[in-house]
Each structure stands twice: as C-alpha cells, then as structure tokens.
C-alpha cells in the first residue's frame, strides 16, 4: 500500500530539483533560509524564511533556486484519507478545509514564537518515524497525534492572517504567470509561442525568455507537466475511458508518443497507473470504512 506520510526535516542544499510535478496527498512545506521563487499553478511567490506553503497537492508546483544558494526547508507529505477518520471521530473534519477550498495558499506571520512551536513540531515528527524504538503502529498514531496538533496551528495562524501574502507583483513575475495562465487554457491544443506572445501583447523572445527566468523552465516543459496531470486525473476519474482517448482529451497527438512519455515521467504505463490508483482508493475507502464502524 501506498505510503500514508513522509516528512523531512530542515533539508539543506540544492539536489536535483523535480521538474514541475504533482501528486494526491497533501503538503505542508515551511521555507527556513535562502532564496527560493515558487511556482504553483500560474502564481509565483518570492518566499521568506518563515514562509509556510500549504498545498493539496494536485496544482503543479516546483520551487526554482539559484545555483550555489541556500535553501533550507521542511515538508510534510500526508493522504488526507489516512488522517480523515481520526478528524472525523473528534469532530474536526474542517482542519482539512484550507487544503480543499484553497488548494494551495502562502501563510506569512511575524509571529516568531507560534512559527518556533511549528518547526518543533516537524523536528518530533521526523523523529518518530526514523525511530528505532518505535514499532509501525506506535509510529502511525504518534504521527497522527502530532499531525492534528500541527493542523490546529496552521488552521490558527490561517484565520489570523487571513490573506495570501501580500505582494507587489513585479512586471516580470506578472508577464510569467500570465504565460502560465494561458497555457493550462491552452495546454489540449498545439501551443505556439508567437500565439502565446500575439495574446499576450509581448514579444515573442521576450515571452520564452522571461517565463525560464521567472520558474526555471521552458515553455514547454511546462505544456507537457499541464498535459500528464491531466492524463493522469482522467486516468482516474474517467476509469472506463480508453486510453488513447485520454491521450488525445490531454494534449497528446498520438497514443505511442503519450505511452512512452507517461512510462519515462512516472516509470509506469497509463494502464499501470490508472490499476495503481484505483486500487489504492478503493483499499481507503475500505480502511475509511472499516474505522468508523
């Protein structure tokens, strides 16, 4: 069965960063030192130390750094299905809500001390699960007890500042996420660049040049991210839908050239991965099921 968290705790350097990517569960990532611009579906956000990103998951994201600078961060990754019946039983479903409603959102505070009761929280979490005197299930309910505890805070800190960050959105950050949002309009159809520049009003070097500036990039790689979230949500949620349908609703010219692309970005064909995620949401609700009986 598929992993139900992960957590790392204060990561250093600069790896290989992933290409524009997805997933279903949900993240909390808190940004600690260094320079990062993030991109998440057609919003760019300059983060701050403190920063705390909350993501469902299913809007395409990447951070994009400079090289040879720090970048310091923490993140949990958790299907929400796994904590849900636990939320349920204490009546407080609606800690999940920030994710679903807003599906991704930036929290700034200024408020050091609730910020230093956060990260502690990350710091026990990755304790416990690399723990060696802790058995699996004594590790689930720890991390589900501290995970409730880090939704209270976050949920706190949601109602208190109550807006994304608040920002001045230079001409740069403003023309990348414009480009963005034309591709996930446009994303089914051949995407040209001179279009792109002709609806946009901008030059057309100017508009390949400023959106690998501004996310770390090209035009289209980013096309092709837009093009594999789709596949893979119709692959789930369309379950009697062919594939090369899919490959076609998605983008794809041709069902060869989207199998191979599908296996080399995700190391399993569209038909593997459609048994894989059907076969993973069916044992939830079973678990889900199961719980609250």
């Known amino acids: 069965m598929e992993k139900m968290f992960s957590i790392n705790y204060r990561i250093t350097g600069n790896p290989d960063l992933p290409k524009f990517h997805s997933h279903e569960d949900f993240e909390i990532f808190m940004f600690h030192k260094g320079i990062c611009r993030y991109l998440i579906n057609n919003q760019i956000y300059d983060l701050q130390p403190g920063d705390i ?43 999940l809500d920030v994710f679903r409603f807003d599906h991704h959102y930036l929290i700034r505070t200024s408020n050091k001390e609730v910020l230093r009761d956060i990260e502690a929280i990350f710091e026990k979490m990755y304790k416990v699960e690399y723990s060696s005197r802790l058995i699996d299930s004594e590790k689930e309910w720890e991390m589900k007890f501290l995970l409730g505890e880090l939704l209270v805070q976050i949920n706190s800190l949601y109602r208190n500042t109550c807006l994304q960050a ?50 770390g990039y090209t035009i289209m790689e980013y096309v092709m991210a837009c093009r594999i979230q789709q ?46 995620r059907l076969r993973i949401y069916h044992s939830t609700n079973h678990f889900s099921s199961s719980i609250l009986k």
């Open 166 to 215: 608040k920002k001045e959105p230079s001409n740069k950050t403003e023309h990348a996420e414009k480009i963005a949002s034309y591709i996930q309009e446009h994303f089914t159809n051949k995407v040209i660049i001179s279009e792109i520049a002709v609806a946009l009003n901008l030059n057309k070097s100017y508009v390949s040049h400023v959106f690998k500036e501004m996310t």
């Open 53 to 95: 990103l909350l993501m469902d998951g299913l809007a395409l994201h990447r951070p994009n750094v400079p090289d040879n600078c720090d970048y310091v961060r923490s993140n949990l990754h958790f299907i929400p299905d796994w904590i849900e019946p636990v939320l349920e039983l204490m009546k407080a479903k609606e800690l």
């Open 231 to 276: 596949a893979k949500y119709l692959l789930e949620a369309e379950e009697t839908k062919q594939v090369q349908q899919i490959a076609y609703e998605s983008g794809f010219e041709n069902v060869s050239h989207f199998s191979r692309y599908f296996k080399e970005k995700l190391g399993i064909t569209p038909k593997e991965y459609r048994k894989k």
